[in-house]
């Protein structure tokens, strides 16, 4: 997945640069849903993304906005994936999916705690949970 270039003035169509792919949503799902921030963290997910994709796809969250990368204070060659306001204001869009996905999917519905809370008490739940993302990456940042 290369750096988005602009098909169209369509939001639809800027969307779909850049989350058409498998693997972008997931990423992000698992940043804002499980907590996760590293490299060997997103790889350790069950859908098995190959390393040179997520090596891609993080490359281009970081570039379009939606990503924070820095080196971890304890150790210098691991880097930490932090999220961005562009990506923390995905939220609703992620409960929506998550609920439709309950809707229609053949399987048991979603057992994810963050979800539960956020689906429980939609907007006030969602504000609320925002700005923990917020505080908890200000504090990793050192912000």
């Given at each position: 997945m290369?750096?988005?270039h602009l098909r169209s003035d369509c939001s639809i169509c800027y969307a779909l640069?850049?989350?058409g792919d498998k693997w972008t949503l997931l990423i992000l799902r698992d940043m804002l849903f499980e907590?996760?921030?590293s490299f060997s963290e997103f790889k350790a997910s069950e859908e098995k993304?190959?390393?040179n994709i997520l090596?891609?796809?993080l490359k281009t969250l970081d570039a379009e906005g939606f990503l924070i990368k820095t080196a971890s204070a304890a150790n210098k060659a691991k880097y930490l994936y932090s999220l961005t306001d562009k990506s923390i204001d995905l939220l609703p869009v992620f409960v929506?999916?998550?609920s439709?996905?309950?809707?229609?999917?053949?399987?048991?519905?979603s057992c994810n705690p963050v979800y539960k809370r956020l689906k429980a008490n939609n907007s006030?739940?969602?504000a609320e949970y925002a700005q923990e993302l917020k505080q908890h990456r200000d504090a990793v940042l050192g912000g």
């Open positions: 290369k750096a988005n640069d850049i989350f907590g996760k921030s993304i190959a390393t090596t891609d796809r929506e999916l998550f439709w996905g309950d809707k229609y999917r053949p399987a048991s519905p006030p739940a969602i």
